[in-house]
């Protein structure tokens, strides 16, 4: 009796782990295909921070609201840097979002390693910034 007590115990402890697992559980990308070209990546921490990749040339746009009403896509701008070369008609970027800290933004070229920050200038708004 002891013992069935406590593996009922302990299977609901486990069926209320995986359903608390379930609520929790946050995306951050859509599920694309290895050869897709756009992405959509959100951090964890801010909503302000969702974006559309274009994979191929590492354009990116941040979803905002519009003072109207509705949502839109709005450009972010890039600093250039001179080792940021790409393979025409290829997947070359990726955006790591960090879940400690909204600042460890990062777009990376996957071939050659350059790489920015998101940073956010009070007049100009958000850009990406190289990273040394």
């Given at each position: 009796m002891r013992k069935t007590a406590l593996l009922f115990a302990l299977y609901l402890f486990v069926a209320a782990s995986s359903v608390a697992a379930?609520?929790?559980?946050?995306?951050?990308?859509?599920?694309?295909?290895?050869?897709?070209?756009?992405?959509?990546?959100?951090?964890?921490?801010?909503?302000?921070?969702?974006?559309?990749?274009?994979?191929?040339?590492?354009?990116t746009w941040q979803f905002v609201s519009k003072q109207k009403g509705g949502f839109s896509w709005q450009r972010v701008e890039r600093i250039e840097l001179p080792n940021d070369i790409k393979s025409s008609g290829k997947v070359n970027y990726q955006i790591f979002l960090s879940g400690i800290r909204a600042q460890i933004t990062v777009l990376i070229n996957t071939h050659t390693g350059a790489s920015w920050y998101i940073a956010e200038d009070p007049k100009e708004g958000i850009f990406w910034s190289p990273i040394d």
């Open positions: 379930q609520e929790t559980a946050v995306s951050l990308s859509s599920a694309v295909p290895d050869s897709a070209r756009f992405q959509v990546v959100q951090s964890p921490l801010l909503a302000k921070l969702a974006f559309r990749l274009d994979r191929f040339t590492g354009d």
